[in-house]
């Protein structure tokens, strides 16, 4: 299961040197995760201050239609505030 960034992130930059196959990067200003390089070391989660890195599966089974906006081709991917606010 990979993890997702969502849009509560506040860019503290914590998470990138946790992990250890670099696949948390900045598209578009925004700190996302690269779901074919994500292998759930989940180092990355102790340090976020404010728990904006979920597991992609619970994002993507959510029942109540939310979807995942691409922000470019690589398969990166971030959710609106009204999306994170039905997560949480």
């Given at each position: 299961?990979?993890?997702t960034?969502?849009s509560t992130?506040?860019a503290?930059?914590l998470c990138v040197p946790?992990?250890p196959?670099?696949?948390i990067?900045?598209?578009n200003?925004?700190?996302?995760?690269?779901q074919?390089?994500?292998c759930?070391?989940?180092?990355?989660?102790a340090?976020?201050?404010?728990n904006?890195?979920?597991?992609s599966a619970?994002?993507?089974?959510?029942?109540?239609g939310?979807?995942l906006?691409?922000?470019?081709d690589?398969?990166m991917?971030?959710l609106s505030?009204s999306q994170?606010?039905?997560?949480?």
């Open positions: 299961m990979a993890y960034i969502v992130c506040i503290c930059d946790q992990c196959i670099d696949a990067s900045v598209v200003r925004k700190y996302v995760i690269d074919d390089l994500c759930d070391f989940e180092d990355c989660l340090v976020c201050p404010v904006a890195i979920v597991p619970t994002i993507l089974s959510a029942s109540d939310v979807s906006s691409k922000v470019h690589s398969g991917s971030t505030d994170v606010a039905s997560q949480v």
